[in-house]
């Protein structure tokens, strides 16, 4: 399985060490749980990165980590029905403890999580697990988001049909 991360290019070298989630709580993790997030597409882990940015400024200094997760690493997943009804809900302390619990219980080096784009996937990597250091980093590649996502707030090209 190959996965995805975007980060700025200064991050790039600990883009898979789980120090970012551990510092900043996260959708699935709170403050103190190491954590990496990770996205099945390219353009998953674009969007997943652009929810965060101010829409007035693009970044320029963006690259693309991919990962190869091999097929006998464990990985576990969460599938939708299983969550509770506010699981889209921001700061959402009942996903950071099922987060962390996954964490801590070590059955696994991959967790599949449900994402704001139903059908798709983030896979969460858990760097304490044994298998983690099994999972091949590529280098990273420079990256830039299309500016037309960057024009400025009330404009729109979007023509009614």
């Known amino acids: 399985m190959r996965v995805w991360r975007l980060c700025k290019a200064r991050y ?3 883009a898979f060490s789980g120090e970012g989630a551990r510092l900043y709580s996260g ?8 954590m990496v997030y990770t996205s099945t597409s390219l353009a998953l882990a674009c969007l997943e990165f652009f929810v965060h940015l101010d829409p007035s400024v693009a970044p320029d200094d963006l690259v693309a980590v991919s990962a190869t997760i091999p097929a006998d690493v ?8 299983d969550l509770p009804g506010d699981w889209r809900v921001t700061d959402n302390p009942g996903l950071q403890r ?14 599949e999580v449900p994402v704001v784009v139903d059908g798709d996937w983030n896979v969460l990597l858990n760097p304490a697990h ?3 250091g099994r999972i091949v980093v590529a280098p990273p590649k420079p990256w830039a988001f299309d500016q037309r996502m960057f024009r400025g707030s009330g404009r729109s090209s979007v023509q009614a049909g």
Not at 74 to 81: N, P, S
Not at 98 to 111: E, N, V
């Open 27 to 34: 959708r699935w993790n709170p403050v103190g749980v190491s």
């Open 130 to 132: 044994p298998d983690f």
């Open 74 to 81: 464990a990985r576990e997943r969460i599938e939708v029905a």
């Open 12 to 14: 790039a070298s600990a």
């Open 98 to 111: 099922l987060g962390a619990d996954w964490i801590a219980a070590q059955r696994s080096a991959a967790l």
